[in-house]
């Protein structure tokens, strides 16, 4: 039998080797790890059970093994090696709390060392925007919509919800067959079967306005999977365009509450931030709403759009302000 000892390592390990090989076969990782394929399927049945505070759907390492092949849905914020930010020891004292209170791991003491070392490691981290578990971004509305939605999941129903999608501003209202509930980056997230897109689809739960559970049972088809979430929530499409914007700090809030690939942030209090779009309209739209809190680095065409419609505005309000 593995000791704890050993055990500990591989298990620390184990989430961001997956998630760097997504769909690896299991004989493949355990030869990797030194371990028989059965002890691997040990350690992965483990993680299963570890997760963030709460322990519930969408709380925990999500891991699907069942064939021959491991991929990693959820990581519960251990997707990379540590880096002893505040906000990363936070999430990999969470998981290893978890380890230690599992049944099964017999000898602790090499968690609690552990435990005792990041801990320590904690007091000297630099923070990162966020110092407490990656569930800090979760508002009242939030938790309000996750009530329902785990309760839906428990009894096995369909759910109407009201939703709003950022990419078309606007709000739909969808029946969905709910799969799971998820966190990834601090937000959470359903996953459900969209009877109106016929397709899985995930929903922001700080996007959904309401939540009406339903009589009739909860029915994904047959070939509904599970979203490969390895590369995070949000992926480029073809045909997307790509915008480098300064976000005033009034503006910062936009790097939150919309997908983003990369953040950086200026001595003076503003922040750059990489920002894809499907509709050049509506991020003319965004910008414009702004009010001069952002500004356009690139591209050129979509500064200048933004400019015209801009210069159109003020001349249809001179014009009207004429007429008075």
Same mark, same amino acid.
């Given at each position: 039998?593995?000791?704890?000892?050993?055990?500990?390592?591989?298990?620390?390990?184990?989430?961001? @080797?997956?998630?760097?090989?997504?769909?690896?076969?299991?004989?493949?990782?355990?030869?990797?790890?030194?371990? =028989?394929?059965?002890?691997?399927?040990?350690?992965?049945?483990?993680?299963?059970? +570890?997760?963030?505070?709460? @322990?519930? /759907?969408?709380?925990? $390492?999500?891991?699907?093994?069942?064939? #021959?092949?491991?991929?990693?849905?959820?990581?519960?914020?251990?997707? !990379?090696?540590?880096?002893?930010?505040?906000?990363?020891?936070?999430?990999?004292?969470?998981?290893?709390?978890?380890?230690?209170?599992? /049944?099964?791991?017999?000898?602790?003491?090499?968690?609690?060392?552990?435990?005792?070392?990041?801990?320590?490691?904690?007091?000297?981290?630099?923070?990162?925007?966020?110092?407490?578990?990656?569930?800090?971004?979760?508002?009242?509305?939030?938790?309000?919509?996750? #009530?329902? $939605?785990?309760?839906?999941?428990?009894?096995?129903?369909?759910?109407?919800?009201?939703? @709003? =999608?950022?990419?078309?501003?606007? $709000?739909?209202?969808?029946?969905?067959?709910?799969? !799971?509930?998820?966190?990834?980056?601090?937000?959470? @997230?359903?996953?459900?079967? +969209?009877?109106?897109?016929?397709?899985?689809?995930?929903?922001?739960?700080?996007?959904?306005?309401?939540?009406?559970?339903?009589?009739?049972?909860?029915?994904? /088809?047959?070939?509904?999977?599970?979203?490969?979430?390895?590369?995070?929530?949000?992926?480029?499409?073809?045909?997307?365009?790509?915008?480098?914007?300064?976000?005033? /700090?009034?503006?910062?809030?936009?790097?939150?509450?919309?997908?983003?690939?990369?953040?950086?942030?200026?001595?003076?209090?503003?922040?750059?931030?990489?920002?894809?779009?499907?509709?050049?309209?509506?991020?003319?739209?965004?910008?414009?709403?702004?009010?001069?809190?952002?500004?356009?680095?690139?591209?050129?065409?979509?500064?200048?759009?933004?400019?015209?419609?801009?210069?159109?505005?003020? !001349? !249809?309000?001179?014009?009207?302000?004429?007429?008075?």
């Amino acid at each position: 039998m593995d000791s704890a000892q050993n055990r500990l390592p591989r298990l620390l390990a184990l989430v961001p @080797y997956l998630l760097a090989r997504p769909g690896i076969l299991v004989a493949d990782a355990a030869a990797d790890f030194g371990v =028989t394929e059965k002890q691997l399927r040990r350690d992965l049945e483990l993680l299963w059970m +570890c997760g963030l505070p709460g @322990y519930g /759907p969408g709380d925990l $390492i999500d891991i699907s093994f069942e064939g #021959e092949t491991i991929t990693v849905a959820f990581d519960a914020g251990m997707r !990379r090696p540590l880096r002893l930010t505040a906000e990363e020891a936070t999430a990999l004292l969470v998981a290893l709390r978890a380890v230690g209170e599992t /049944p099964g791991v017999a000898d602790t003491d090499a968690v609690q060392r552990a435990l005792a070392k990041v801990e320590s490691a904690v007091g000297n981290a630099k923070p990162a925007g966020v110092a407490v578990g990656l569930a800090g971004r979760e508002n009242q509305a939030t938790a309000e919509m996750r #009530e329902p $939605i785990q309760e839906a999941l428990h009894r096995g129903v369909a759910i109407r919800i009201r939703y @709003y =999608t950022v990419s078309r501003d606007e $709000i739909t209202e969808r029946v969905v067959d709910p799969m !799971r509930l998820l966190l990834v980056d601090g937000r959470s @997230y359903l996953e459900a079967w +969209c009877r109106r897109a016929e397709g899985v689809r995930l929903f922001r739960l700080d996007r959904v306005d309401e939540v009406t559970a339903l009589t009739e049972r909860a029915a994904p /088809p047959p070939h509904a999977r599970p979203t490969d979430l390895s590369e995070g929530v949000f992926r480029a499409r073809d045909g997307q365009g790509t915008a480098v914007l300064l976000l005033d /700090p009034d503006a910062r809030w936009i790097a939150e509450y919309y997908p983003v690939e990369e953040v950086a942030d200026l001595p003076d209090g503003r922040m750059r931030v990489v920002m894809r779009y499907g509709d050049e309209s509506w991020m003319v739209r965004l910008l414009l709403g702004q009010g001069g809190r952002v500004s356009v680095e690139e591209p050129a065409s979509l500064a200048r759009l933004v400019a015209e419609r801009a210069a159109t505005a003020l !001349r !249809r309000a001179a014009a009207a302000q004429a007429r008075v």
